[in-house]
């Protein structure tokens, strides 16, 4: 869940919003920026910020969202991990709604039936499935089950990524032959070079917060020499992500493309060298398959050979798959920033929180929940 907020109706909101008008008028014509992260997309709807900005000027929202980037593909092979005996799904509560081409992993929980409170599933089943907070609890959980395979699915970008080789790390340290990893880890950087090689007109890029504070400012270098295209790394109250949006105009009006850090209290130019050490320990970077932008390259992060043993892809037998994405959903087209949510036919209507059609309206950080939410 993105965090509470400080207001935007403040004094200090309200000058960097009058500035940004002023330099919209100087620009002189529309402009299109990119928030990049799922938490910036809950905050600027949260906050409301949108209202605060000139009618010329469009935020869309990017593939910020690991649930929503994760292709059906991935989706479906957790489903058809969920429904193997003696296995234990652990994951993050975001993608227990989504819905694979058949089912969703909620779904399969419901058919196999939800234990008693002090009870437990049948191994033999399958569906028990187990919210977590993050990977070291699936360890644990590991730990305290040895007749039992215990697979976490490991959805995430560069932030996730060192939690998930640390937990393997441990397992690994304490002997355990049944924790498993599902891999369906991405790069951020990539992403954008995809989105740029595509028709997408974008002006420039609100760059996350979370993600740089790990990976740095380096590895978006990219934009500003092989695209000149600007971008802010960006914090998450309200006058920083406004700061944030008035220096990309800024750059705009006077073609500076470097890339700017906007969040220095947490983003440090080479980021968290302790955290891709560790990760760079356990995965290197692998061709990965995302939602609406297909297989990139170098884009996601398997397993290292001598760590295949807690690779669930790898230790399991899984089906061929006919992966389809959910009929009408135009998820895809909204982390590309091809469309808005109130876009789509389903917004609303037969696709809401409770009942979601699509991941962007299952995650928490997904551009259809905030809008549902927020406006």
Known sequence: MAPDFLPSDTPLAARISKAIADTMQKIGRPVTLMEVCGTHTMAIAKQGLRAMLPAKLRLVSGPGCPVCVSAQEDIDRALALAQEPGVIITTFGDMLKV??????????????????????????????????YSP??????????????????????????????????????????????????KLVPPALRAL?????????????GHVSAIIGEAPYRLLETDYKVPSVIAGFEAAEILRAVHRLLEKILSRDYKVENAYSRVVHADGNPAANAITARVFEPADAKWRALGILKNSGLAFRKEFQ???ATANFAL????????????CGLVITGRAQP????????????AD??????VSSEGACAARYYYG
């Open 99 to 132: 819905k694979g081409t058949e089912t969703s992993l909620e779904s399969i929980r419901e058919h196999v039936g939800r234990a008693p409170r002090l009870g437990s599933l049948d191994p033999r089943l399958g569906g028990d499935l187990r919210i977590v």
């Open 136 to 185: 070291a609890d699936a360890v644990e959980i590991a730990a305290a089950n040895p007749d039992r395979k215990i697979i976490f699915l490991g959805a995430g970008f560069e932030t996730t990524a060192p939690a998930i080789a640390a937990s393997v790390l441990d397992a690994q340290r304490r002997g355990l032959k049944n924790f498993y990893i599902l891999p369906m880890l």
């Open 196 to 208: 740029l090689d595509t028709e997408n007109k974008i002006d420039g890029f609100l760059l996350p």
């Open 309 to 311: 043993a807690f690779d």
């Open 319 to 330: 089906p061929n798959l006919n992966s389809r994405e959910p009929q009408g959903c135009i």
């Open 342 to 353: 109130s876009d789509c036919p389903l917004f609303g209507k037969t696709c809401t929180p």
């Open 356 to 361: 979601a059609v699509g991941p962007c309206m």
